[in-house]
């Protein structure tokens, strides 16, 4: 039996294996990382990708490594790594930077050897440990089982992003009518697997929400060449960080974990989350292009229905009709519990406590229950809106070690 299993291989899956083997001394051949991508943090590398964005919207500080200083000295170790490395405001790591660091962290700890390709699938729970089982990505019938003494769960956001209702209904529709396969002129950005590539055909393309994700890839095709359109439903927000800084210290976080009532702080998370923000750097771009014609920006405007043709997208925005080649759905993730049907299925037969909006209810050490912790979106209501973030892997890294040491 393993020591830990870490069912996810982003950067906080990563992150809470290192801390473990770095810092509590977990043997590595003690722990596994189970995720069903190829490699790792291969999601958070193809959406990052996708979006064409050059610098972290965090602080160099946050990364995925043991030490806060760790991805500075990186940037300046032997050979110039990227050109401009960091940027203003808050000294923001390029992308390019971060992830040749993260693979550096994979590398020099070996991680890579500890991925098992699977999908978890079952989780049943003991006082004595866990048994997950999971199924081949690509080959759903070829299955596997894993037993651990303590589970982490790091999957991140929701496998499936948000689709606006008339997106789906005109895929469906289209598919109907003419009884073939959907055509793929309507896409979501974080659908999973998939990679945005120029195409050179395309002369108009609409990207539908204008938080930073579809700020960033207006701006990344408008690079390319094709003209715009960047719809969104509300007016351009700005901010710099997702959530003030402020929760990553006492300022905010004191109050928040006095909170005794997680719909409470749920409501906190709610009104702190900056969703749908861009720093105002993107958004200066975004006034530029707007400016030279590359971008047409379409604010407080709600799609009404879409008609989805073997040549083209027609979209109504309520008595404007516009015409494009490629819709690009930019509208983020559902806000519901990340997991699917094998969570769901050992919440109920575990009694895993909830909060009303069906996050876990996990003690300051971030146990769901003796057996399991979370990190990422799933550690939310103990560590505030900036778990999903880097920082929230940090953070979690900090109370999972701090389990670590007691057992
Ligand atoms: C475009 C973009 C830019 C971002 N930029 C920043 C930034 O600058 N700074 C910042 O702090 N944050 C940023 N974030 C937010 C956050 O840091 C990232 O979303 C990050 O990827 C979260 O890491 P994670 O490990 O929680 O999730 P993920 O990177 O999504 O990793 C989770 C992994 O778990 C796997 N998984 C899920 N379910 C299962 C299962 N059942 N079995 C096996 N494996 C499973 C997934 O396939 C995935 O590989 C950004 C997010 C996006 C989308």
Redesign the pocket.
């Known amino acids: 039996m393993l020591d830990w299993l870490v069912?996810?291989?982003?950067?906080?899956?990563?992150?809470a294996a290192l801390r473990l083997i770095g810092e509590a001394d977990v043997p590595r051949d003690a722990i596994r990382i189970?995720?069903?991508?190829p490699r790792?943090?291969?999601?958070?590398r193809r959406?990052?990708r996708?979006?064409g964005?050059r610098?972290?919207?965090?602080p160099s500080v946050?990364h995925i490594d043991l030490s806060s200083s760790a991805l500075q000295r990186f940037a300046n170790g032997p050979g110039r790594r990227v050109e401009r490395p960091f940027t203003r405001p808050y000294f923001?790591p390029a992308?390019d930077l971060?992830d040749l660091h993260c693979e550096d962290v994979i590398q020099r700890h070996q991680l890579q050897a500890l991925h098992v390709r699977?999908?978890?699938?079952r989780l049943d729970l003991t006082t004595a440990g866990a048994q997950v089982g999971?199924e081949d990505?690509v080959d759903g019938g070829r299955t596997g089982e894993i037993r651990a003494r303590h589970v982490i769960l790091?999957?991140?956001?929701p496998?499936e992003p948000e689709w606006p209702v008339w997106a789906r209904q005109a895929v469906a529709s289209s598919a109907e009518a003419t009884e073939t396969e959907p055509t793929g002129r309507i896409r979501h950005?974080?659908d999973?697997g998939f990679e945005l590539v120029d195409d050179a055909n395309d002369a108009v393309i609409a990207v539908i929400g204008a938080g930073?994700?579809g700020a960033?890839i207006a701006l990344r095709l408008a690079r390319e060449g094709r003209r715009v359109v960047l719809v969104s439903r509300h007016v351009l927000r700005v901010h710099q960080f997702?959530s003030d800084p402020g929760w990553l210290g006492p300022k905010h976080m004191g109050g928040f974990t006095r909170l005794c009532d997680p719909d409470e702080r749920r409501d906190r998370i709610r009104a702190a989350r900056h969703r749908g923000s861009m720093p105002s750097e993107v958004h200066a771009a975004l006034r530029r292009a707007s400016a030279d014609g590359t971008i047409e920006l379409v604010e407080e405007a709600e799609i009404r229905s879409a008609r989805v043709s073997a040549r083209e997208v027609s979209l109504d925005l309520g008595g404007r009709w516009i015409r494009v080649d490629r819709v690009l759905l930019a509208t983020g993730?559902p806000s519901r519990r990340?997991?699917?049907a094998?969570?769901d299925e050992a919440v109920d037969a575990f009694r895993l406590p909830c909060a009303a909006c069906g996050y876990p209810i996990v003690d300051r050490g971030l146990r769901w229950h003796p057996r399991l912790l979370v990190?990422?979106?799933l550690a939310e209501l103990e560590l505030g809106p900036?778990s999903?973030?880097?920082?929230?892997?940090q953070r979690a890294g900090d109370r999972i070690l701090a389990v670590a040491h007691q057992l």
């Open positions: 069912i996810g291989g982003g950067p906080h899956g990563v992150h189970l995720d069903d991508e790792l943090p291969a999601r958070w959406s990052t996708n979006t964005m610098y972290l919207r965090s946050h923001r992308l971060f699977g999908r978890a699938a999971f990505p790091a999957i991140g956001a496998r950005v974080f999973p930073l994700s960033q997702d993730f990340p997991g699917g094998w969570l990190t990422g979106p900036v999903r973030n880097l920082s929230g892997a």
